[in-house]
C-alpha cells in the first residue's frame, strides 16, 4: 500500500504516492486509491527500498506530477547521500565523526563564540524547504539556545517582497488568499513576471479554461514556455524591457481610471488612499509606458479593459466572469520589488478584484513551505504566528508558551542579505548554522558570499547531499529527507498538508528536530525541544494562537482526512479560512490600503554603451542551486550545463553563434556557459538560470543590492557584457 504525501519540491507542493517499486498497486485517483489511508499500515518500508512517485488526485496538481516530482525518489539511494557527519581535520579536509563528537563540537563553536564576541556573534540561515515543525524550531533554537537574534532565511530572496506589499495593503501575507481552484475558467488572468509551465507544471491546467477562452495575459521580457501559452490564441504576451513593470502596472492602473473601468462603489466601501494613487497615476499614459517598457500603448490599453471586463461580467454575475492578478520572481526579486508587488495590488484593488470570491490577486509563493517558512519566526523581525517580534504583546504570548520571561527573547536580526554581509566582520557573525540553503550558489553577488563563509571561525550545515555551501564546512551534519521524516507543510494556497514517512531513514541520518533538541541540551536552553514533530507542532498551535498566521485548530489527525482542506488561519473551534478577505482586509479599520509608488532610475542606469542586461531564472528540470536536481541523473542529462539565452541580432556583431562558449562578466564575476541562439528574448537582454556552481553560477554576477521595504535582493537585472570566448567545433 502507497504512502500519501507531497512532493519535495516547489510549493505547489503536488500530492503524490510513494511506494516500493514496481508495488504502486492502484492507479492514481481510483476509487480504492482515494480509499488507501494516510501512512502505510506495515509502516515505513525498511531503509534503502528503492520507492517509486505517482501524482495522487488533489485540488491543487489534480493528479499531475513534473519531471522533478517523477524522479524526487532517486534522491534517496543517491550513492551521494550524506551518511556521517563530517568533520574537517588538521589537514583541512572533511572526516567521518561520530555524532557526539559531532554535537560537542559545534556546542564548543557557540561557546567560543559567545565568549569572544558576544552572543550575537552567532547565525542561523534557514529555508523555506524546512517544515513547519524545523522552521518553528530553528527559529526558537536561535534565540533560546543560541541566544541569538542573527537568525533569517531564503525566504528573504523568494518572498520577502511581495510579502511586504501584501501586509501593507491588506494588513496580511498569505500568497494566495483564495484556493488555486478559483482560477480555472476566470475571464481573464494576468500573470506578471511567472513562469510557471517551467516552475509549477501542474498548475498549467488551471489556466486551460482561460486560455481557451483568449484569457491568458503574460509579463515576460523571455516568450517563456508561459508566455508562450498565450500563443495560438487570442492570449497576450507583454515583453517588457527587464525592470519596467512598475511603469507598465501604473500605465494599466492609468487607463483604468481615465476610462472609466474603476470600481467606484468598492473604492469607496472596501479602499482607503484611492485618492493619492489616482493622482500619482496621471503621469503614467500608455504612450510615455510604451517609451519606458517598450511594450506597446495598444496592449497597455488592452490589458485594462480585459482585466476590466472580466471583473465586470463577474460582479453582474455573468458567466465566464472574473479577472486574476497574479506575481513571481520576476517582477518582484527587484530593488523596487515591494513597490512593483504593490502597483499590482493597487491595480487589483481600482477593479475590486481582492476580497471577493471571483477575482483577486495573489502571489505564487515557490519553495516546498515557503508560506509556512514565513510564518513561524525564522525571520529576524518575526515571533511564530506571523508575529512582529518588536511587539510587545507578541513577545509576551511567546515567551509565556516558551516558559520564560519577555526579556529572554532577542530582538530584531538582520535581514539575509545584510546577515550574509556581516560574516566574519567585526561586529558580524563568526560562527554560522546553515539549515537547508545552499547560499554558496544561490545568494546574490556569491563570490562575496564564499569569501565570508570562508572568513567564519566555524560553519556548520546541515544538509542531505554536499552542497556547495556543506563543501565550505567545517561541520556537515546529515539530515533527513522528505519521504523518511513526519511534518507538516503549506503550500502556495496556505492549506496545510501532511509529510509523511514511507521509508526508514539510512543509518547514520538524523532528524534536524532531533539535532537542535541535542545541541539546545548542551547549551543549556531554557524550555522544551523535542525531536517529535508532532509535540512540536502541538506547541505551534498554542503559540500560533491569536497571531495572524493561526493554526491553533490543525491537529494532525484533522491533517489526515484530505476531505477537510485546512486553511489558515484556522483559530481552534473554527473551520479554518479557504477565501480571505471576504467581508473584511486585515487592517483594524477592515480597509485595503493603496499605496502610491513610482519607479526610480533603476532600470535606466543599466544600459551603459555595451552593456546587457542579464536575467535570470529557473529551467524545469533543475531545482534552485541544483544541489538536489544536479544529482538525480536522468535531470542533469536533460539539462547539464547553463546556456546563455540571446537574441541573434544581439549575438550576430559579438560573433557569437549557437553552441559558442561565451563569457558573461561585469566587475563582481565571470561566468562561463554555451550560446543559445533563440528570437524569444529581447535584443537587450540575456538569461541564464541560476542553478548551477563555480564558473557556471549566475550569481557571481548578481548585485546584493536590496529592496528598501523588504530586503530583497536584485537577482532579476544585472548589467553584463558578454564576449565569445571559444566556437563551437573549433576546439
Ligand atoms: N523547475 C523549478 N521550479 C521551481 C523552482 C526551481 O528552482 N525550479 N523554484 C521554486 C521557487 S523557490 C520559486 S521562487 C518559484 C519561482 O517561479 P517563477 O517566478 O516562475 O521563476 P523565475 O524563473 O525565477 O522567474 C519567472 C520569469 O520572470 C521573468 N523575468 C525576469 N525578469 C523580469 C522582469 O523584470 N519583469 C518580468 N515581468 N519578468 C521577468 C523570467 O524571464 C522568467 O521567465 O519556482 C518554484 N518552482
Ligand atoms: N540569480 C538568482 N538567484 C536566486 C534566485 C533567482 O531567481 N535568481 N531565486 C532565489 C530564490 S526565489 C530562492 S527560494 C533561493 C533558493 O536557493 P537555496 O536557498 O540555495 O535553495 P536550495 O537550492 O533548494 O537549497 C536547499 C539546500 O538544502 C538542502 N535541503 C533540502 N531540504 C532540507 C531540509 O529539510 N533540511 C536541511 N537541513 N537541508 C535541506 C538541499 O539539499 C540543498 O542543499 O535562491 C534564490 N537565488
Ligand atoms: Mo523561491
Not at 499500515?41 to 488526485?57: F, K, N, Q, W, Y
Not at 556583431?653 to 528570437?679: C, F, K, Q
Amino acid at each position: 500500500m502507497a504512502t500519501h504525501t507531497h512532493c519535495p519540491y516547489c510549493a505547489l507542493q503536488c500530492a503524490m504516492r510513494l511506494a516500493p517499486a514496481g508495488r504502486m498497486a492502484v492507479p492514481a485517483g481510483t476509487a480504492s486509491a482515494v480509499a488507501e489511508t494516510g501512512t502505510t499500515a506495515a509502516g515505513p518500508a525498511p531503509a534503502g527500498t528503492v520507492l517509486e512517485a505517482a501524482g495522487r488526485d488533489f485540488p491543487t496538481n489534480r493528479g499531475g506530477l513534473c519531471r522533478k516530482g517523477w524522479t524526487s525518489p532517486t534522491l534517496l539511494n543517491s550513492p551521494e547521500r550524506l551518511t556521517t557527519p563530517l568533520l574537517r581535520g588538521a589537514d583541512g579536509e572533511l572526516h567521518p565523526v561520530g555524532w557526539d563528537a559531532a554535537l560537542d563540537r559545534a556546542a564548543g563553536a557557540v561557546r567560543a563564540a559567545w565568549a569572544a564576541y558576544g552572543t550575537d556573534a552567532v547565525g542561523v540561515f534557514g529555508s523555506g524547504g524546512l517544515t513547519n515543525e524545523k522552521a518553528y524550531q530553528l527559529g526558537k533554537f536561535a534565540r533560546l539556545a543560541l541566544r541569538t537574534s542573527r537568525i533569517d532565511y531564503n525566504g528573504r530572496f523568494c518572498m520577502s517582497s511581495a510579502a511586504a506589499a501584501g501586509n501593507r495593503a491588506f494588513g496580511l501575507d498569505r500568497g494566495l488568499p483564495f484556493p488555486l481552484a478559483d482560477l480555472d475558467n476566470a475571464h481573464t488572468v494576468l500573470l506578471l513576471g511567472s513562469n510557471v509551465a517551467d516552475t509549477m507544471p501542474p498548475f498549467v491546467a488551471h489556466l486551460q479554461g482561460t486560455r481557451d477562452a483568449g484569457g491568458l495575459i503574460v509579463v515576460d521580457p523571455r516568450r517563456s514556455a508561459t508566455a508562450a501559452l498565450t500563443g495560438g490564441g487570442t492570449g497576450l504576451h507583454l515583453q517588457p524591457s527587464p525592470g519596467t513593470d512598475l511603469a507598465l502596472l501604473l500605465g494599466i492602473a492609468h487607463v483604468v481610471v481615465q476610462e472609466g473601468l474603476a470600481d467606484k462603489e468598492f473604492i469607496q466601501r472596501r479602499t482607503a488612499g484611492y485618492r493619492s494613487v489616482a493622482r500619482s497615476l496621471n503621469a503614467w499614459w500608455p504612450e510615455r509606458v510604451q517609451a519606458v517598457t517598450g511594450v506597446p500603448a495598444e496592449l497597455v490599453r488592452e490589458t485594462a479593459r480585459r482585466l476590466a471586463e472580466g471583473a465586470r461580467r463577474a460582479r453582474a454575475g455573468l458567466t465566464a466572469g472574473g479577472s486574476y492578478i497574479l506575481t513571481g520572481r520576476g517582477v518582484e526579486q527587484h530593488v523596487d520589488g515591494t513597490d512593483t508587488a504593490t502597483a499590482a495590488i493597487n491595480l487589483s484593488l481600482l477593479l475590486g478584484l481582492p476580497g471577493t470570491t471571483h477575482s483577486g490577486y495573489g502571489t505564487l509563493t515557490g519553495q516546498g513551505n515557503g508560506q509556512g517558512g514565513r510564518e513561524h519566526g525564522q525571520k529576524s523581525d518575526q515571533l511564530p504566528g506571523y508575529r512582529k517580534i518588536t511587539d510587545p504583546a507578541a513577545r509576551e504570548h511567546v515567551a509565556a508558551v516558551w516558559g520564560i520571561a519577555p526579556d529572554q527573547l532577542p530582538g530584531p536580526g538582520l535581514p539575509a542579505v545584510e546577515l550574509l554581509k556581516s560574516l566574519g566582520r567585526p561586529g558580524g557573525v563568526r560562527c554560522l548554522f546553515v539549515h537547508g540553503s545552499n547560499i554558496a550558489v544561490s545568494a546574490p553577488d556569491a563570490g562575496r558570499v564564499l569569501a565570508g563563509l570562508r572568513s567564519l571561525d566555524f560553519l556548520m550545515v546541515a544538509d542531505f547531499v554536499l552542497s556547495e555551501t556543506a563543501a565550505e564546512a567545517d561541520l556537515v551534519l546529515p539530515v533527513l529527507q522528505w519521504a523518511e521524516e513526519e511534518g507538516t507543510m503549506t503550500n502556495l494556497e496556505g492549506r496545510v498538508l501532511r509529510r509523511r514517512r514511507a521509508v526508514t531513514p539510512p543509518e547514520g541520518a538524523r532528524s534536524e528536530l532531533w539535532i537542535m533538541q541535542e545541541l539546545a541540551a548542551r547549551l543549556g536552553a531554557p524550555s522544551m525541544f523535542s525531536d517529535n514533530p508532532e509535540t512540536i507542532f502541538e506547541e505551534l498551535r498554542r503559540a500560533s494562537a491569536g497571531g495572524p498566521a493561526d493554526y491553533s485548530g490543525i491537529d494532525y489527525g484533522i491533517l489526515d482526512d484530505d476531505s477537510v482542506p485546512a486553511y489558515w488561519p484556522f483559530p481552534a473551534g473554527s473551520a479554518g479560512t479557504p477565501r480571505l478577505f471576504l467581508e473584511a482586509f486585515a487592517h483594524a479599520d477592515g480597509r485595503a490600503r493603496f499605496t502610491a509608488v513610482s519607479p526610480g532610475d533603476t532600470a535606466d542606469a543599466l544600459h551603459r554603451p555595451g552593456e546587457l542586461t542579464l536575467v535570470t531564472g529557473r529551467l524545469l528540470e533543475h531545482y534552485q542551486s541544483g544541489a538536489q536536481t544536479r544529482r538525480v541523473a536522468e535531470l542533469s542529462a536533460a539539462q547539464p550545463e547553463p546556456r546563455l539565452q540571446l537574441h541573434p541580432a544581439t549575438a550576430l556583431p559579438l560573433g557569437i553563434g549557437n553552441g559558442d562558449m561565451a563569457e558573461i562578466s561585469n566587475h563582481r564575476g565571470t561566468v562561463r556557459a554555451r550560446a543559445e541562439l533563440s528570437t524569444d528574448i529581447r535584443p537587450d537582454t540575456v538569461f541564464l538560470p541560476f542553478h548551477f556552481a563555480g564558473e557556471q553560477s549566475a550569481n557571481l554576477l548578481t548585485q546584493a543590492a536590496t529592496d528598501p521595504v523588504s530586503g530583497m535582493p536584485e537577482f532579476k537585472t544585472s548589467a553584463v557584457q558578454v564576449r565569445v570566448l571559444e566556437k563551437a567545433g573549433s576546439r
